[in-house]
């Protein structure tokens, strides 16, 4: 017995820059786009295909992602960091 699902090719879908039919959707806009009118992002673990719009928009690297994740981790670090040494002297 297979486990395999049939997809559907024919689904119509059109690239919105050129309108031949579309590869898949941009990792950024979600947008159908075609293997010409799309490029691979760089700096990632996994590689996502983007529009060309969106590559010129915001880039191609996925840098700018992981720094503000981190960013994200060390503000919410300190927040715990603040509220522990806050509750530390309330409770003192």
Same mark, same amino acid.
């Given at each position: 017995?297979?486990?395999?699902?049939?997809? $559907? $090719? $024919?689904? %119509? !879908? @059109? *690239?919105?820059? *050129? %309108?031949?039919?579309?590869?898949? &959707?941009? !990792?950024?806009?979600?947008? &159908?786009? #075609?293997? $010409? *009118?799309?490029?691979?992002?760089? %700096?990632?673990?996994?590689? /996502? !295909?983007? #529009?060309? !719009? #969106?590559?010129? @928009?915001? %880039?191609?690297?996925?840098?700018?992602? /992981? @720094?503000?994740?981190?960013? /994200? =981790?060390?503000?919410? =670090?300190?927040?715990?960091?603040?509220?522990?040494? =806050?509750?530390?002297?309330?409770?003192?």
């Amino acid at each position: 017995m297979s486990n395999l699902q049939h997809i $559907d $090719d $024919d689904s %119509g !879908a @059109r *690239c919105v820059h *050129c %309108g031949a039919k579309a590869a898949g &959707p941009c !990792a950024s806009c979600h947008s &159908p786009v #075609c293997g $010409d *009118c799309s490029t691979l992002t760089e %700096g990632g673990v996994q590689v /996502w !295909a983007i #529009c060309l !719009a #969106c590559a010129n @928009r915001k %880039g191609r690297s996925l840098s700018g992602a /992981w @720094r503000s994740l981190v960013l /994200w =981790l060390a503000m919410l =670090l300190a927040g715990i960091a603040l509220v522990t040494w =806050l509750l530390e002297k309330l409770l003192s």
